[in-house]
């Protein structure tokens, strides 16, 4: 049982580049979450899911989007690179709403 | 929206006790919860408050207050390893979590 993965762990981009944040749970939750943790300023969330097939917009939306295909994947996605983007990006899932949230190692991801 | 305040930084003696304060103002609540964050590290789930009072979990105590918008985390018998960020987050009506921008616990020999 790995829990959440995320991948790469590291990235650097280019500014206007796009990326993908790969994000998989292998423990069948239902809710899936993106958050980016930038210094000094605590988790901030991006997108969340409440099943597959279902997205919303969390606190700071904007430059990301996001899909949900099936329960076990979340991907995030960067289309046009900005350096305010640069952060460290955790993907974190929980089994229902109000249960705690598991967070994966994180992609740390620099763009220059 | 949710306005959560902690201390920015703490430093405690090995085996002393610590306590971490949180404040919160929020336009809905369902809980709160406790993170530990290593450097470099995931945040890990440390304990939850959704009634007021006491949670126990070995040398760890949550206490919540939800009439004063106030939380502790209370972390006894203090070892190296308890050097960490603690992050508050608060859960709204939607189940969306708010968290605080965390309080850095150094442990000194």
């Known amino acids: 049982n790995a829990g959440v993965t995320q991948t790469p762990k590291f990235r650097i981009l280019k500014i206007g580049q796009s990326m993908t944040l790969q994000c998989t749970q292998d423990?069948?939750?239902?809710?899936m979450y993106w958050y980016r943790q930038d210094p000094g300023m605590g988790l901030k969330l991006i997108y969340y899911?409440?099943?597959?097939?279902?997205?919303d917009k969390g606190e700071v939306p904007n430059g990301y989007n996001v899909s949900r295909s099936t329960t076990e994947d979340f991907p995030l996605r960067l289309e046009l690179a900005a350096p305010s983007q640069t952060s460290v990006y955790f993907c974190?899932?929980?089994?229902?709403?109000?249960?705690?949230?598991?967070f994966g190692p994180g992609t740390r991801l620099t763009v220059t | 929206g949710q306005n959560i305040d902690q201390p920015t930084e703490m430093t405690a003696t090995e085996g002393a006790i610590v306590q971490i304060n949180c404040t919160y103002q929020?336009?809905?609540?369902?809980?709160l919860f406790w993170y530990q964050q290593h450097a470099g590290e995931a945040p890990t789930f440390l304990s939850y408050?959704?009634?007021?009072g006491l949670e126990e979990k070995g040398r760890f105590s949550s206490f919540l207050s939800r009439s004063k918008g106030y939380s502790y985390l209370l972390l006894k018998e203090l070892q190296m390893k308890d050097s960490a960020s603690y992050l508050c987050?608060?859960?709204?009506?939607?189940?969306?979590?708010?968290f605080g921008a965390g309080t850095t616990v150094t442990v000194r020999a």
């Open positions: 974190a899932s929980s089994l229902r709403g109000e249960g705690e949230q598991y």
């Open positions: 423990m069948n939750h239902n809710y």
């Open positions: 899911s409440v099943g597959a097939g279902i997205t």
């Open positions: 929020t336009s809905g609540f369902n809980g």
């Open positions: 408050n959704v009634l007021d």
């Open positions: 987050a608060v859960r709204d009506n939607d189940y969306k979590l708010s």
